[in-house]
């Protein structure tokens, strides 16, 4: 059975770092791109970056530019986003999703469009709080 589960979020202050941790299972890793999406109080859900499991490719969506990275642990099967610069606007609780590649127009969806229909399985999720 296919498994996401997010740790590492809490509570930080403006200005701080946080590294979140998305560990994988019951799918195989090449097939699929895992992405990190966000959903801060009364909004939308929202693509920040992906990785492509098969070639470790990565990709950013504008919003994470610059002050979030993606990486990954093959061997752990898990893939993280550094955060840095923390402001209170990126208070959210944070997911990350896994969808299968199947072909170019695919991974166009899932790691530049960040459709989330397009990802097949979720984590639970893990709520970030940015504050002074």
């Known amino acids: 059975q296919a498994q996401l589960e997010e740790s590492g979020g809490g509570l930080v202050q403006i200005g701080g770092s946080l590294t979140l941790s998305c560990a994988a299972s019951?799918?195989?890793?090449?097939?699929?791109?895992i992405a990190w999406f966000r959903q801060g109080p009364g909004q939308d859900r929202k693509g920040l970056s992906c990785?492509?499991?098969?070639?470790?490719?990565?990709f950013y969506a504008e919003r994470a530019e610059g002050r979030f990275t993606v990486s990954r642990d093959t061997a752990k099967n898990t893939v993280y986003l550094q955060m840095t610069s923390l402001r209170p606007e990126d208070t959210a609780v944070y997911y990350c999703?896994?969808?299968?590649?199947?072909?170019?127009?695919?991974?166009?969806?899932?790691?530049?469009?960040?459709?989330?229909?397009?990802?097949?399985?979720w984590g639970q999720g893990t709520q970030v709080t940015v504050s002074s």
């Open positions: 999703a896994a969808g299968r590649i199947r072909d170019n127009s695919k991974e166009f969806r899932l790691c530049i469009l960040y459709e989330k229909e397009e990802f097949e399985y």
């Open positions: 019951g799918f195989r890793r090449d097939d699929y791109a």
């Open positions: 990785i492509n499991g098969k070639d470790g490719g990565t």
